[in-house]
């Protein structure tokens, strides 16, 4: 099932939202096919936005996005959008769905309406789920609960699980292990960097965790402020970087007292 990758290049990406809050500045970036990419970066300093424009979900003010060669737009998308999953912080599940329901939802883009109304899913697809259920550590009883049912790791777990099943060429993973503890949250990038690696997959990955981002990370990508400030192999990143990194995204507001009013 292995596929090539799809490189990713950021061509001069700036992102202004309406009330004038600038996101993103001038990031020029090329992935290639197959990388295990980390962005790192203080809270707002502009991960989610980026990792979003890569699937369409934000569109930039300035520059674009190349995927494979072709710019992401409006004609592009709905194409690229099958090659293209996302793995959520707060999993994007459907709750009230079973396990089973939610993995199969990983697969729609590729059946017809159809099946997809009826919930007919060809036999292979059903091999394929079970599969990835399996690789990702879930058992049978998992699928049967509701999402809503199942533990903050496990409903991770099957996050990952539907992200696979497309067998996607590019993986968009924002703050994939932030609800989870930290030996699953090794677990998780371990498939994350399995599915780089064996499968071709190029992963864009946003995290908090330094040690993860070291342990796991091809390349590291970071952002201050919208900006790239690092970019290199995880052994290149010193404490010098790591202060500017995480230095104070904003200065901190300053409380005046205010006057007491004398009592009447
Ligand atoms: N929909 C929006 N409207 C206005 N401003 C937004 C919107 N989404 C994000 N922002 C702002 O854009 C900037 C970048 O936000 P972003 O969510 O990309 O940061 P982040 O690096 O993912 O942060 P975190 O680590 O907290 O998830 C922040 O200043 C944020 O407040
Ligand atoms: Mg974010």
Redesign the pocket.
Known sequence: MSRTGLDIRFEGIG?V???G?R??EGVDLAIPAGQFCVLL??????????LRCVNGLEIPSEGQVVIGGQPVNRQSLPALRRRIAMVH?HFGLVARSSGAANVMAGAVAQLPLWRVLAGIYPAALQRRACAMLEAVGLEEAHLRRRAEQLSGGQQQRLGIARAFMADPAIILA??PVASLDPALGREVLELLRAQASEHGATVLC?L?QLDLARAFADRIVA?HR?RVIFDGPPEQLCERDLAVIYARAEPAPSFEPLPLREAV
């Open positions: 992102k939202w309406p009330d809050t996101a993103l970066g203080h809270s707002g300093a502009g991960k989610s936005t980026l912080q924002d703050e946003s908090h952002l919208g």
